[in-house]
């Protein structure tokens, strides 16, 4: 059947985001604006105050009798189980009992009239530990013999034995960072309770049916006793995957305690110390290279603070390792992860999920190979890049490789070379001068793998009911958090259905329609859900071309739905079709599903296809430095990121722009620190950094690769969008190393660890002057 591609909203326009104009103008509606029932209660957390320690004893006492207090909820207050570990290794307890593993960890929940009362009731808590060593870093952890939360993995390919045989050879070691989601609406859950065992929880999460699943096995009910409302979030990267569900379970307790609806939302301090970060690493490295500069061999160890639970740091800690070559073909390569357990919140999934992480490995090893063979650094990168038929570490065929032609658009249009010299000249006249500002510049590539490497995750499905007025409701199990998710897929549904996006409704995501969601994350969320619709859309149009084909005595073949239904020589509007439809019996909702074919892992073997396909970009800046205080400043950013055939251009590009900036303020700005009692003291925006409009590049050019067509059948030949620019803010950091560089004459890779703040700045160009 052929459809009409000039409706309005169809894939591939450029069409506004659904909820734009709410957003700006304030109107959006969030957990936290849903109209509480009459005698809602509030929930407050009290958190420990050690590191690491036995409770000797509880005396929560003034907290019951605080004004307003209602209930005081611990750990024997459970009537499930006391765990909210997403994994099943039943190792992260909602609130502790005998034992505190981080500073800043559950031990009680106050509920109250209000959630001020809640919050000072908390501060009246009396708590006696034994305090027990505790160590706060990775490197720390394992001289120290702590456990791996998870198994380890190792993956290898080719004969090792080449890095001792490798003419040329380096060794070093770099820390990258961890990173606070800093999203704008706080974690919270509203739990509103019903009759028998049932309850319903409003919350802001990414993933609503482990949600479910927690709040059930807590409450020790089935999971089809408890619904699941997302309408939006105000912002997610990861950090509403599994970290919303320790708020939602005290909140759903409290509320079937009390027989009363529970809101439970955290102050942005107590958010910070409670909730985990983006992993930082220390990755020990070897790798032999040739004297061309092209790579023989990489060994390397990547070390994850974990924190005191499991949580998702296998896989993250696994996706590092999948992302530590890059866009780069290793002939010989050994990689293992160690996640280390450690006395601090437990570290979770963030945009790029640990993917990141491996990406600066690979370009650290690409730049040491630059500065020991005096090349320009792009020189080497494209020497290495990966040829289609070339294996991945872990055995995957590179097949869709595109990057030499983003190379050279982005080489031309950004004016690389010239600028470069440019770059140069100018440092040389500096040197010369004592002037205090140096530049720098790189290009930079991403190559990021689609898919959840855990293959269950790869499946999603729909709700889509027309009803008889020809309105249109769609539902799905992905979740809206800015991204612009429920636009992208109304738009396939519309241009499935051929009728008016006008015509559709995107509601809350909720448990009740669509059952056994995966999280949305991986960057999947538009390439699940959105064929998941498809298949729906595609049931309807089927039963419904099968019903006017019979109902008029014409060949299937000559009846067209759309906004103007054509059947045989007749037309008419797809509302009234619909309503003869509806009363000649005829189903008007459908149920969609989709699994994401190809794709298998064996994580013994460390072999398999975990990735659909690969998703490729690059990125190209410029920076000043000031190199008297070490403060510098974007001058101008050029990207060319491939979507394929994008959904929607003008959503996509402000992923990128945003991914970019993100990326960019994990590897220069954002930086987390504990005391040396365990306290995280970066809690706050007073003390955490997130970019600025002002932190913005000067001057910033994102294109699409509007050429891209993705080879495998994704939605609409689409790529997913979500996290691979995240890393083209590496361009930046490594802009930033060259300009330190300069003070040696560009002999030696300054090797400045991440991020790169001012202060770090300085004190690389001070130990080089």
Not at 74 to 98: F, H, K, M, R
Not at 594 to 612: A, E, L
Not at 613 to 636: H, K, M, N, Q, W
């Amino acid at each position: 059947m052929k459809q009409d591609v000039t409706i309005k909203g169809a894939a591939h326009t450029p069409i506004i985001h659904d909820s734009a104009i709410k957003h700006v103008t304030g109107q959006a509606d969030y957990t936290d604006d849903i109209v509480e029932p009459t005698g809602t209660l509030h929930a407050y957390l009290g958190l420990s105050t050690v590191a690491h320690g036995r409770i000797r004893s509880i005396d929560l006492e003034a907290v019951r009798k605080a004004p307003g207090v209602h209930l005081v909820l611990t750990a024997e207050d459970i009537p499930g189980v006391n765990d909210i570990c997403p994994n099943g290794l039943n190792d992260e307890p909602l609130l502790a009992s005998s034992e505190v593993q981080f500073h800043g960890q559950p031990i009680f929940a106050v509920i109250a009239e209000t959630r001020d009362l809640a919050r000072r009731a908390c501060q009246l808590a009396r708590i006696e530990y034994e305090e027990l060593p505790h160590v706060l870093d990775a490197i720390s952890a394992r001289d120290a013999g702590m456990p791996y939360v998870v198994t380890p993995l190792k993956l290898a390919r080719g004969d090792m034995s080449e890095l001792e045989r490798a003419p040329r050879r380096i060794e070093g070691r770099l820390t990258v960072g961890g990173q606070e989601h800093f999203y704008l609406e706080s974690q919270v859950a509203f739990a509103i309770p019903g009759e028998d065992d049932e309850v319903t929880i409003n919350v802001s999460t990414q993933h609503p049916s482990e949600v479910q699943h927690m709040v059930a096995h807590v409450l020790g009910v089935p999971s089809n006793a408890v619904v699941v409302n997302v309408r939006r979030m105000g912002g997610g990267f990861g950090g509403k995957e599994s970290q919303m569900n320790p708020f939602a379970c005290v909140a759903a307790v409290a509320a079937k305690r009390l027989r009363r609806a529970v809101k439970l939302r955290p102050d942005r301090d107590d958010d910070f110390a409670i909730t985990g970060k983006r992993h930082d690493f220390v990755i020990d490295y070897r790798f032999g290279y040739d004297d061309d500069g092209r790579i023989l061999a990489v060994d390397a160890d990547f070390y994850a603070r974990c924190g005191f639970s499991s949580d998702l740091s296998g896989p993250v800690t696994d996706r590092a390792l999948f992302h530590a070559d890059n866009a780069y073909y290793y002939p010989a390569v050994e990689l293992r992860s160690h996640p280390l357990k450690t006395n601090t919140c437990s570290n979770t999934a963030f945009r790029g999920f640990g993917g990141p992480q491996g990406v600066v490995m690979a370009e650290r090893v690409v730049e040491d190979i630059a500065y020991a063979l005096g090349r320009d650094p792009l020189e080497i990168r494209k020497l290495n890049l990966y040829r289609n038929g070339q294996l991945t570490p872990y055995h995957q065929e590179v097949e869709d490789q595109i990057l030499p032609r983003i190379f050279e658009e982005l080489e031309a249009s950004s004016d690389y070379h010239a600028r470069r010299q440019a770059v140069l000249d100018h440092n040389a006249r500096a040197r010369e001068r004592g002037d205090a500002i140096r530049k720098g510049i790189a290009l930079t590539p991403v190559k990021f793998g689609i898919s959840f490497t855990k293959t269950s995750y790869n499946q999603a499905g729909s709700l889509i009911h027309i009803y008889a007025d020809g309105s249109i409701h769609l539902n799905h199990g992905g979740t809206e958090m800015g991204q612009g998710l429920n636009t992208k897929v109304a738009q396939v549904a519309a241009e499935a259905l051929g009728v008016h996006i006008d015509r559709i409704k995107i509601t809350k995501t909720t448990t009740e329609k669509v059952p056994n969601t995966s999280a949305t994350a991986a960057s999947s969320g538009s390439d699940l859900n959105g064929m998941a619709a498809l298949d729906g859309c595609r049931q309807l149009v089927k039963r419904l071309t099968a019903y006017a084909a019979q109902a008029h005595g014409v060949p299937p073949e000559t009846v067209s739905i759309g906004e103007t239904v054509r059947i045989g020589t007749k037309a008419m509007p797809f509302e009234e079709f619909i309503q003869a439809a509806y009363l000649a019996r005829v189903q008007l909702s459908a149920a969609g599903f989709y699994k994401t074919p190809k794709i298998h892992w064996n994580r013994d073997t460390g072999q398999g296809r975990p990735f659909y396909y690969f998703a490729y970009g690059a990125a190209c800046s410029e920076v000043s430095v000031d190199t008297l205080t070490g403060e510098y400043v974007i001058e101008r950013s050029d990207v060319l990121h491939d979507v394929g055939r994008s959904l929607n251009p003008a959503i996509d590009k402000g992923q990128v722009e945003g991914a970019f900036v993100q990326g960019t303020g994990w590897l220069t700005s954002e930086e987390l620190w504990w005391d040396d009692k365990g306290r995280l003291r970066t809690h706050a925006p007073s003390t955490y950094k997130i970019p600025l409009a002002s932190d913005r590049p000067r001057i910033f050019n994102v294109k699409l690769a509007d050429w891209s067509v993705n080879r495998e059948n994704t939605i609409k030949r689409s790529k997913a969008v979500g996290e691979p620019p995240f890393m083209l803010g590496i361009s930046v950091y490594q802009a930033l190393n060259m300009a330190v560089a300069s003070f040696n004459d560009y002999r030696e890779n300054p090797r400045i660890d991440a991020p790169a703040t001012p202060e770090r700045v300085l004190m690389a160009i001070e130990k080089l002057r």
